[in-house]
């Protein structure tokens, strides 16, 4: 399994090289398949203001298998459930092993601009996102200034 | 003849006018059922084969390298309720697949590896797939991620450029494949990915492993990575199978632990109330081909269902306890009474009361034994009790029998090892040949298949309606239980080894008589399933 060590040791490389704007992940210590991820929140979305933090593990079957993400940070979304587990296509039947820690982090994101309710994993956050939508975003709102960290601005500007 | 390995050939021998003229009256039959087609040309063939298969008085359904069984002299008589059916192999399933294949190919006009994926993407549904891409085949082709033709793949190396999305490897050492959609990778990864699909279990819709890339891998770039992978391309292979199997409604694995063969027959799915389609699977197991129940003749597969269900759930505990308990008035403890006067004092709240009136004990004064002042509602939980404890007696009437079937059935074995034992004794005895004792087994044969009949005449008269119909139904298993009692006695005990011509005329006269009994009722309840003459309780 030489080539995929080759591999996580490639990504962690580029990632250091060229950071996603927005996301930091780095390999914990001495495990190289362990990530801790911190994530800001996209402009547009009612997680702006947020700082969140992820685990991400590389399982041994990584890129066959999909990696395992998970949010720390308490979300109110309709696809994130209580235990911070994601409900993305691309980390299930729609992976592919040519996808990157790069490309499911930026999709990780790209799921907190655009909530799925149709498709939910929290069930009564998916409920009231599509009963009362303005309701459930000033909820995600709240909750962002409750749980996750402030966006730092020199982070900020660098996003923008 | 082998059957299986030839079927296509078949098809192509047995196309000529004549055979058609002969056949064509089974050909009208099943294209009037609602069967779902697996080709038309697939079920004409296989009837074909099979038709010929009796006419020229050849074994059905065993292949030459089958012991000799008396199989082949049952199928020249056949009994009504006995179908058509065949056991194929894996290398048979192939075979199949690729006339499939063969037979659409130049409908579509695509390439031969393109059909396999279109016909795998519509489980095998040919018609549907027809009809979807005469409609409009760019759209079938691109909603399969199928390509019309595809060109053959190569593994190629050399190109400075390449870079795996995989693995990171790149330069132009790297050895890679690319398919049509133009994504490439190198040959390891494209190994690894496959291995773990297969492992998975599909084997026949793997995506290319580019990310949202819809092109389907077919059978051709497969087979060329996993070259030298043996046990992965059987793997793979069998996994087709498996699939092909799943999607064919006239295919059926044979549940039997590790066998390996599937059972194609012809019996339509709207046909299976009347009709017990019982089948053996070449490893030996009898089972049906409707419900995967074991052999469970004569008893249709709905009335098994509903028995298998009711000895499995507890109604019938619920039953028990309403016909031998009550409830104590006061607290409502259940109460079981095993001995001991009417005076009843709860063991959890003291409560004293009558257990024929259920009122309380203190009312009832000197004048207990006369406790019959007429209470309507006392006498309404009355009727519902008897009513419990009559349903409870009836089902245990035939659960008794039933179970007793099925465990002497499970006896049989031990019968069987007596019997051996038994014959063994009389030929040191008599100094006679094995030919001369054979009688006692093929008794012992018969028995087994009357204790097994028998127990599902159980199920059947349980559910069915008391009518004159049931009274004929229950003389003829009543006949056929005494008969089989009868032969039993006589083979477990044969007496006197001195008159063995004797008890050899006896056993026999006994178990064709049996036999005869056995047919009698298994025809006749069949006949009455095909006329609708039996009333089931719903």
């Not at chain 1, 956050?125 to 909750?143: G, H, L, S």
């Not at chain 2, 292979?237 to 799943?246: C, D, I, P, T, Y």
């Not at chain 2, 004929?472 to 298993?477: G, H, I, R």
């Not at chain 2, 011509?501 to 009698?520: C, G, N, P, T």
Request: aromatic share 8%; glycine share 4%; hydrophobic share 35%.
């Amino acid at each position: 399994m030489s080539m995929v060590s080759k591999r996580i040791l490639k990504e962690v490389e580029r990632l250091r090289q060229d950071p996603v704007p927005g996301i930091v992940a780095e390999p914990i210590e001495d495990n190289i398949r362990y990530f801790s991820v911190r994530m800001n929140g996209p402009n547009d979305s009612p997680y702006a203001d947020g700082c969140f933090t992820l685990e991400l593990y590389l399982p041994d079957e990584y890129p066959m298998q999909p990696p395992k993400v998970r949010f720390l940070t308490k979300m109110y979304h309709p696809n994130i459930d209580k235990l911070g587990r994601i409900c993305l296509d691309i980390l299930k039947d729609k992976w592919s092993p040519a996808l990157q820690i790069r490309t499911v982090l930026l999709s990780i994101q790209a799921l907190l601009s655009a909530p799925n309710p149709d498709d939910p994993l929290a069930n009564d956050v998916a409920e009231q996102w599509k009963t009362d939508e303005k309701r459930a975003i000033e909820t995600a709102i709240q909750w962002t200034a409750m749980y996750a960290e402030r966006v730092v601005p020199s982070d900020a500007a660098k996003r923008e | 003849m082998a059957f299986c390995l030839s079927d296509g050939l078949m098809q192509v021998d047995y196309d000529d006018d004549e055979e058609e003229f002969v056949y064509s009256e089974e050909e009208e039959e099943y294209c009037d059922s609602a069967q779902p087609p697996l080709g038309a040309t697939l079920m004409q063939a296989q009837k074909q084969a099979d038709s010929a298969a009796y006419e020229e008085g050849d074994d059905y359904f065993l292949d030459d390298d089958e012991d000799e069984q008396p199989t082949s002299a049952i199928q020249l008589e056949r009994k009504p309720w006995e179908v058509d059916f065949k056991a194929h192999d894996l290398e048979a399933l192939q075979g199949r697949q690729e006339e499939m294949v063969t037979d659409l190919e130049p409908l579509l006009a695509v390439s031969r590896s393109s059909t396999d994926l279109l016909l795998r993407s519509y489980q095998w549904k040919t018609e549907t797939l027809v009809e979807d891409y005469l409609a409009d085949p760019d759209k079938v082709l691109s909603k399969t991620g199928v390509h019309a033709h595809p060109p053959v793949p190569s593994i190629e190396s050399g190109d400075e450029e390449f870079a795996c999305e995989i693995c990171y490897g790149s330069g132009a050492d790297e050895q890679y494949m690319g398919l049509v959609c133009g994504h490439r990778f190198c040959t390891s990864c494209y190994e690894t990915y496959l291995t773990i699909k297969i492992t998975e279990g599909d084997s026949w819709l793997i995506p290319c492993p580019a990310p949202k890339c819809k092109t389907l891998l077919g059978e051709e770039p497969t087979r060329l990575i996993l070259t030298g992978n043996k046990e992965m391309l059987a793997k793979y292979e069998s996994n087709l199978a498996r699939s092909f199997v799943k999607s064919a409604t006239t295919l059926a694995w044979c549940p039997a632990p590790s066998c390996e063969y599937a059972i194609e027959c012809l019996v339509p799915r709207s046909g299976m109330d009347t009709t017990i389609p019982i089948v053996h699977c070449k490893c030996g197991k009898s089972f049906c081909f409707g419900c995967k129940v074991d052999n469970h003749i004569p008893a249709p597969c709905s009335l098994v269902k509903r028995w298998q269900k009711k000895c499995e759930d507890d109604s019938e505990t619920s039953h028990w306890i309403k016909a031998n308990t009550k409830d104590c008035p006061k607290c409502n403890t259940v109460i079981e009474k095993n001995r001991g006067c009417n005076h009843m004092t709860c063991r959890e709240c003291h409560h004293h009361f009558c257990w024929v009136c259920m009122g309380p004990w203190s009312e009832h004064g000197q004048a207990y034994y006369a406790c019959n002042k007429y209470n309507e509602a006392t006498e309404g939980v009355n009727t519902s009790v008897s009513d419990a404890r009559a349903q409870l007696e009836r089902y245990m009437h035939y659960f008794t029998r039933y179970n007793n079937h099925e465990q002497s059935a499970k006896f049989a074995q031990n019968l069987l090892e007596a019997t051996e034992a038994n014959m063994e004794q009389l030929q040191r005895d008599m100094s006679l040949s094995w030919i001369d004792v054979v009688f006692l087994k093929n008794a012992v044969d018969v028995l087994t298949d009357c204790r097994a009949a028998l127990k599902w005449t159980y199920v059947l008269g349980y559910y069915m309606v008391s009518d004159n119909q049931k009274v004929l139904f229950e003389n003829n298993q009543s006949d056929l239980e005494m008969a089989t009692e009868q032969l039993t006695e006589l083979v477990e005990d044969p007496g006197d080894s001195s008159g063995i011509e004797d008890i050899k005329r006896k056993v026999l006269d006994m178990s064709h008589y049996v036999k005869s009994r056995l047919d009698i009722l298994v025809t006749d309840t069949y006949q009455g399933l095909q006329e609708n003459r039996w009333r089931f309780e719903d």
